[in-house]
Every structure is written in structure tokens, then in C-alpha cells.
T-cell receptor, first 113, second 113 residues
Framework: AQTVTQSQPEMSVQEAETVTLSCTYDTSESDYYLFWYKQPPSRQMILVIRQEAYKQQNATENRFSVNFQKAAKSFSLKISDSQLGDAAMYFCAYGNSGYALNFGKGTSLLVTP | NAGVMQNPRHLVRRRGQEARLRCSPMKGHSHVYWYRQLPEEGLKFMVYLQKENIIDESGMPKERFSAEFPKEGPSILRIQQVVRGDSAAYFC???????????FGSGTRLTVV
């Protein structure tokens, strides 16, 4: 079974600074998808960014970018110019040709003024 | 586009009662997924449905839990004879195809007293 590990239960960053959230996963598949989701206090799960394993180029979405290291099975999320609204739980997730996404346990991000 | 609608947002049930959780997918989405989030945990896959069909229920407990997605109306996750361990947030997600990332609803928080 594929497992997703987020080794940082909590992270803190100052406004306007950059923070990187870590995620590693375990799989024997070569083709799969990786996701970062944000869960603010409202509980809504919001897709932040998606990476397809066969694409070598790292995905970016505005202030959010990933560092995808396929050989190392690492998929970190970088948030640049952090804003107060970025404060949330962040979940890394893995999916392949099955239907289910496997989620990590999450990283709680605190943004301080 | 109203997004994925889940109701109720909060549900309190006494031990032994039945809980019914509803999910209306986004317009044009025919794939529905249910996940459960226990406190301090990531989301765990329960079941994947398409209209009138259960495609994968490998994550759903064999007893007391059932799900349906009828031809007309919302998808329903039904929990019979609830126990305290069923207390969790239950999320529904929908997609047009699975690999573009789900759109999640805001979840139903079930509390069993």
C-alpha cells in the first residue's frame, strides 16, 4: 500500500517570508499523481497544486510551487510571500490508477504578522 | 456553479441511531467519493461511486456502513447503529474524471453522544 508521510506536524512562518512543507511517499508505481490540499478552519479541502509523475517540470501556481524529486520520492511545497490567509492544515496526497487518494497526516501552518 | 454540497454540516446522533449524510456533486461530475477524517488525521478513503454503481468500497467498514448514488438525487452515506468511534468529519468529493483532482465539499461533522 502506498503511504504518505508528512514529518512536520507544525510549521511557522512570518508574513512575506517563504516556507517549505515536506512530504515523502512510498510507491512501486512509475505513473501517479501528487497533490497538496489546504484545509483552513472552515474545514473545506482546497486543491492547491497537482503534479503528474511523468512530468519532470515542477508544478507552480502563483505563490505555490513544488519540488518534486521522483527518485527520492519527495514532494515538498514551497509557499512564497506568505500571507495570513495561508494559515491552515496542509495535506499531501498520492493517487495512481486506482480511485483513492492516500493522504498524509497533515502539517499545521501558522503565519505570524 | 454551487460546488459540492454536503448536508447537514453538523449532525449529532445518540448511540444506536442512524446517520444519513448527503452529498450533491458539482454539476457535470459523475464520480463521487466519500472520505472520513478522524481527529488529528488525514482523510481516509471509504467508497467511490458512479451513478447507480458502487465502484470501490474497499475503505468502508463491512458492517453498519452503506453508500448509494441514485440516478436522481444526492449521494447518501448511511451509518446504522452509530457508535462513539464513528464520530468524525465525513467528506464528499466529486470529479469528472479522477485524475484532475477532486473538488471537496465542506464536510459533515458527525458527533455521536
Amino acid at each position: 500500500a502506498q503511504t504518505v508521510t508528512q514529518s512536520q506536524p507544525e510549521m511557522s512562518v512570518q508574513e512575506a517570508e517563504t516556507v517549505t512543507l515536506s512530504c515523502t511517499y512510498d510507491t512501486s508505481e512509475s505513473d501517479y499523481y501528487l497533490f497538496w490540499y489546504k484545509q483552513p478552519p472552515s474545514r473545506q479541502m482546497i486543491l492547491v497544486i497537482r503534479q503528474e509523475a511523468y512530468k519532470q517540470q515542477n508544478a507552480t501556481e502563483n505563490r505555490f510551487s513544488v519540488n518534486f524529486q521522483k527518485a527520492a520520492k519527495s514532494f515538498s511545497l514551497k509557499i512564497s510571500d506568505s500571507q495570513l490567509g495561508d494559515a491552515a492544515m496542509y495535506f499531501c496526497a498520492y493517487g495512481n490508477s486506482g480511485y483513492a487518494l492516500n493522504f498524509g497526516k497533515g502539517t499545521s501552518l501558522l503565519v505570524t504578522p | 456553479n454551487a460546488g459540492v454540497m454536503q448536508n447537514p454540516r453538523h449532525l449529532v446522533r445518540r448511540r444506536g441511531q442512524e446517520a444519513r449524510l448527503r452529498c450533491s456533486p458539482m454539476k457535470g461530475h459523475s464520480h463521487v467519493y466519500w472520505y472520513r477524517q478522524l481527529p488529528e488525521e488525514g482523510l481516509k478513503f471509504m467508497v467511490y461511486l458512479q451513478k447507480e454503481n458502487i465502484i470501490d468500497e474497499s475503505g468502508m467498514p463491512k458492517e453498519r456502513f452503506s453508500a448509494e448514488f441514485p440516478k436522481e438525487g444526492p449521494s447518501i452515506l448511511r451509518i446504522q447503529q452509530v457508535v462513539r468511534g464513528d464520530s468524525a468529519a465525513y467528506f464528499c468529493a466529486s470529479s469528472s474524471t479522477w485524475n484532475y483532482g477532486y473538488t471537496f465539499g465542506s464536510g459533515t461533522r458527525l458527533t455521536v453522544v
